[in-house]
Nanobody, 114 residues
Framework: QVQLVESGGGLVQPGGSLRLSCAAS????????MAWYRQTPGKQRELVAS??????DYADSVKGRFTISRDNAKRTVYLQMNTLKPEDTAVYYC?????????WGQGTQVTVSS
């Protein structure tokens, strides 16, 4: 069954913004720390941002530009990405934090290019 579905990616120019969404159908969603990860070809998947019930944490490379949030009533996690850079180009995934292998979805492609 579908557990986590990411959406909102696309092509954006440097300096632009995107908002990613992750619709979750996992059990006890509101109790679980959640996170966004990203991966580029040939590289390890990396943690971008995580959120518990109230606290958020960010990779140094996105701090001050990205904001993670969650709406437990909608069972959705968001990633607002501002001032995007070409190096932000990647497939973005959401998962629990730490991640569970069974929850990796298809991800959503973000391409930052002029």
């Amino acid at each position: 069954q579908v557990q986590l579905v990411e959406s909102g990616g696309g092509l954006v120019q440097p300096g632009g913004s995107l908002r990613l969404s992750c619709a979750a159908s996992i059990s006890l969603f509101d109790l679980r720390p959640m996170a966004w990860y990203r991966q580029t070809p040939g590289k390890q998947r990396e943690l971008v941002a995580s959120i518990t019930r109230g606290d958020a944490d960010y990779a140094d490379s996105v701090k001050g530009r990205f904001t993670i949030s969650r709406d437990n009533a909608k069972r959705t996690v968001y990633l607002q990405m501002n001032t995007l850079k070409p190096e932000d180009t990647a497939v973005y995934y959401c998962n629990t934090y730490p991640p569970s292998e069974v929850y990796w979805g298809q991800g959503t492609q973000v391409t930052v290019s002029s």
